[in-house]
């Protein structure tokens, strides 16, 4: 009898062990709505366009090489769809307990530490983008030149650079009795 029972539940077990598993990611496309890839299952199973799922507001483009969870709904081997992907040669190492980071391959990385926010450019620039205003109502504490495109303005905006040149350059002293000449090196 339990033999028997053991027979007629092999196929679901087959079909269970086969849902779930690990996979290689060969190709990415990242061109629809979903990403697209290949992936190796087994050593000699690859799966082709095989829908990635990634988490909303969040998207990534693995290289080659990545490593992956694959489902196959309902242990059909011919839909499959990632669900988790990581790469061990890219990886940050070393965090503490409840740190987060973002990071890539040429060590760009915005790491949530237990101490602060640390942004690494990895010798790259830093854009600020399609936003009118940049407010930091903290200090800021530069440790290199400010370069700006146009006037600086503090108190409110009723103090600029260009007005302090102004002033300075058109400003004259009474001296006993003679007004001196504007200054001869303009601000």
């Given at each position: 009898m339990l033999e028997a029972i053991q027979t007629m539940l092999e196929p679901v077990k087959n079909k269970v062990g086969l849902m779930v598993?690990?996979?290689?990611?060969r190709a990415i496309t990242d061109t629809g709505k979903l990403q697209r890839v290949q992936v190796q299952a087994l050593a000699d199973e690859?799966?082709?366009d095989v829908e990635r799922v990634q988490q909303y507001g969040f998207t990534s483009v693995p290289f080659a090489g990545a490593?992956?969870?694959?489902?196959?709904?309902?242990?059909?081997r011919d839909h499959g769809l990632v669900i988790a992907v990581d790469d061990r040669r890219y990886r940050l190492v070393g965090l503490s307990a409840g740190e987060v980071a973002l990071y890539d391959d040429?060590?760009?990385?915005?790491?949530l530490t237990r101490t602060g926010i640390?942004?690494?450019?990895?010798?790259?620039?830093?854009?600020?983008?399609?936003?009118?205003?940049?407010?930091?109502?903290?200090?800021?504490?530069?440790g290199r030149d400010i370069i700006a495109d146009r006037d600086i303005s503090d108190q409110g905006g009723t103090k600029s650079?260009?007005?302090?040149?102004t002033a300075y350059n058109g400003h004259r002293h009474v001296e006993t009795g003679s007004t001196t000449n504007t200054p001869d090196a303009g601000m």
């Open positions: 598993g690990r996979c290689v990611l690859t799966h082709d490593e992956g969870v694959v489902v196959f709904v309902g242990g059909n040429q060590g760009q990385k915005v790491h640390v942004v690494d450019g990895a010798g790259k620039d830093i854009h600020f983008v399609n936003a009118p205003t940049v407010f930091i109502p903290q200090d800021l504490r530069v650079m260009k007005g302090m040149r």
